[in-house]
Nanobody, 126 residues
């Protein structure tokens, strides 16, 4: 059973930045596509970004239109960690952010994953 642990959420002002981290057991993240999914109060889950697995050489990183140009997803294989760098944050980015894993990225904006972390809360104040 793959276990994912998020960290890095918090309170930030509009225009600020945060970096979320998703960690797992050593060497296990390489074989999964890892995504970030967020859920705001009263709204459905939204796929934010996904990075393909290391073994999927033809895969591409994707982003929801709402975060393109502001968020960057990356993978540190040595640390078995995936990051989501969030810049120029807006109040509408306020949500619980989940790290999730699957064999492949489900597609921009989608949230179909097989494994989920517990979530980390991000609050952007005006």
């Amino acid at each position: 059973q793959l276990q994912l642990v998020e960290s890095g959420g918090g309170l930030v002002q509009t225009g600020g930045s945060l970096r979320l981290s998703c960690a797992a057991s050593a060497n296990t993240l390489d074989f999964y596509a890892i995504g970030w999914v967020r859920q705001a109060p009263g709204k459905e889950r939204e796929g934010v970004s996904c990075i393909p697995s290391i073994v999927n050489t033809g895969g591409v990183t994707d982003y929801a239109d709402s975060v393109k140009g502001r968020f960057i997803i990356s993978r540190d294989r040595a640390k078995s960690t995936v990051y989501l760098q969030m810049n120029n944050l807006k109040p509408e980015d306020t949500a619980v952010y989940y790290c999730a894993a699957a064999w492949g990225c489900p597609g921009p904006g989608l949230a179909e994953y097989d494994y989920w972390g517990q979530g980390t809360r991000v609050t952007v104040e005006t």
